[in-house]
T-cell receptor
Framework: EDQVTQSPEALRLQEGESSSLNCSYT??????LFWYRQDPGKGPEFLFT???AGEEKEKERLKATLTKKESFLHITAPKPEDSATYLCAVRVGGYNKLIFGAGTRLAVHP | ETGVTQTPRHLVMGMTNKKSLKCEQHLGHNAMYWYKQSAKKPLELMFVYSLEERVENNSVPSRFSPECPNSSHLFLHLHTLQPEDSALYLC???????????FGPGTRLTVT
């Protein structure tokens, strides 16, 4: 069964304290891994797509990496505005079906 | 309007009511999706439309009925819902079925 697991469930950081979020997956044929950011009461906001092991993408303080079994979202010197829930999803099947993880709630304190 | 819009943003309905959620995408995409997001549960895909044809139905109860009249509009018709259907309902679109999905702000539904 296709599955996506994110850890930790919640993470509290001090401003400037770098860390990483994990997304591990078991799918029968990965066709893309997606990272989203979701603020309370809002829809998810697209961040990155990764397709093959070894691929990396960067955007401001965020960097996503992919291996054959997991993906990491590295946050460098986070700021309070980076506080949000970060969602990981994998694409399976022929019709862009995404399976989401439960997310990591990140809180960055000044 | 830009991106993906959803109306209403909040909806409270009784178990015997009938209501509809509306989604509109202004991105020129040709695939649209309905998701359900319940508290402390992952996003669940409900329906997928590609070029206005329903191509995925994730075993959703018949009290949820989708409609896609054209590539820009998507509806979710609701009737005789249960309290456990209370959730955030999210609409998304993508430029092609193999590309990233862009989400609307969601409709917060409460069934009383």
């Amino acid at each position: 069964e296709d599955q996506v697991t994110q850890s930790p469930e919640a993470l509290r950081l001090q401003e400037g304290e770098s860390s990483s979020l994990n997304c591990s997956y078991t799918v029968s044929g990965l066709r893309g891994l997606f990272w989203y950011r979701q603020d309370p009461g809002k829809g998810p906001e697209f961040l990155f797509t990764l397709y093959s092991a070894g691929e990396e993408k960067e955007k401001e303080r965020l960097k996503a990496t992919l291996t054959k079994k997991e993906s990491f979202l590295h946050i460098t010197a986070p700021k309070p505005e980076d506080s949000a829930t970060y969602l990981c999803a994998v694409r399976v099947g022929g019709y862009n079906k995404l399976i989401f993880g439960a997310g990591t709630r990140l809180a960055v304190h000044p | 309007e830009t991106g993906v819009t959803q109306t209403p943003r909040h909806l409270v309905m009784g178990m015997t009511n009938k209501k509809s959620l509306k989604c509109e995408q202004h991105l020129g995409h040709n695939a649209m999706y309905w998701y359900k997001q319940s508290a402390k549960k992952p996003l669940e895909l409900m329906f997928v439309y590609s070029l206005e044809e329903r191509v995925e139905n994730n075993s959703v109860p018949s009290r949820f009925s989708p409609e896609c009249p054209n590539s820009s509009h998507l509806f979710l018709h609701l009737h005789t819902l249960q309290p456990e259907d209370s959730a955030l309902y999210l609409c998304a679109s993508s430029p092609h079925r193999a590309r990233e999905q862009y989400f609307g702000p969601g409709t917060r539904l409460t069934v009383t």
